[in-house]
T-cell receptor
Framework: DTAVSQTPKYLVTQMGNDKSIKCEQNLGHDTMYWYKQDSKKFLKIMFSYNNKELIINETVPNRFSPKSPDKAHLNLHINSLELGDSAVYFC?????????????????FGAGTRLSVL | DAKTTQPPSMDCAEGRAANLPCNHSTISGNEYVYWYRQIHSQGPQYIIHGLKNNETNEMASLIITEDRKSSTLILPHATLRDTAVYYCIALLYGGSQGNLIFGKGTKLSVKP
């Protein structure tokens, strides 16, 4: 069983469309994340949710909206897609995001969703 | 979180030990050092972490200097499958956020 799974793996769409990427983790973790990796390979955090509550929201356009129906899922919805949104999006999870136990902050990543906006 | 500095690239012969350095001279006493790697087109993979003491697991060893200003990740017998970008990250514990800040990392090329 894949611990952190994302769907779809590839997503090709036109500018202006709305799309969603789904993420599920079966590790029983409390915290989930979304990262974006651009064409220059920089990996940057976008959002973090702890037990369905938003705890990190980096400078991301309002067109990006994370939704967490339960703590095992964190979906990413993107409105009005733009060319600059083309990137690989990674979902991750960790037991929890804070605390003195370093092992609790280990993040497990999904395989990524490659989004191409034409 | 403290900034980390790594060489942009390194080569290693297959079967030899790969020693990847990381400088984190501004690290605070409550920041862990984490190592992740990203094999081409895959999601980042956790390798090891440490606070003060040296650590070893089935993947690698982590050597942290006594002053904690630098560390070295050691892959004892590198294989071609270890070719990847390796990231060294300092992460504050005890705070409300656990977001990893990825730098440029070190691109390790293991050659036959």
């Amino acid at each position: 069983d894949t611990a952190v799974s994302q769907t779809p793996k590839y997503l090709v769409t036109q500018m202006g469309n709305d799309k969603s990427i789904k993420c599920e983790q079966n590790l029983g973790h409390d915290t989930m994340y979304w990262y974006k990796q651009d064409s220059k390979k920089f990996l940057k955090i976008m959002f973090s949710y702890n037990n369905k509550e938003l705890i990190i929201n980096e400078t991301v356009p309002n067109r990006f909206s994370p939704k967490s129906p339960d703590k095992a899922h964190l979906n990413l919805h993107i409105n009005s897609l733009e060319l600059g949104d083309s990137a690989v999006y990674f979902c991750a999870s960790s037991p929890r995001s804070s605390g003195r136990d370093g092992a609790k902050n280990i993040q497990y990543f999904g395989a990524g969703t490659r989004l191409s906006v034409l | 979180d403290a900034k980390t500095t790594q060489p942009p690239s390194m080569d290693c012969a297959e079967g030899r030990a790969a020693n990847l350095p990381c400088n984190h001279s501004t690290i605070s006493g409550n920041e862990y050092v984490y190592w992740y790697r990203q094999i081409h087109s895959q999601g980042p993979q956790y390798i090891i972490h440490g606070l003060k003491n040296n650590e070893t697991n089935e993947m690698a060893s982590l050597i942290i200097t006594e002053d904690r200003k630098s560390s070295t990740l050691i892959l004892p017998h590198a294989t071609l499958r270890d070719t990847a970008v390796y990231y060294c990250i300092a992460l504050l514990y005890g705070g409300s956020q656990g977001n990893l800040i990825f730098g440029k990392g070190t691109k390790l090329s293991v050659k036959p």
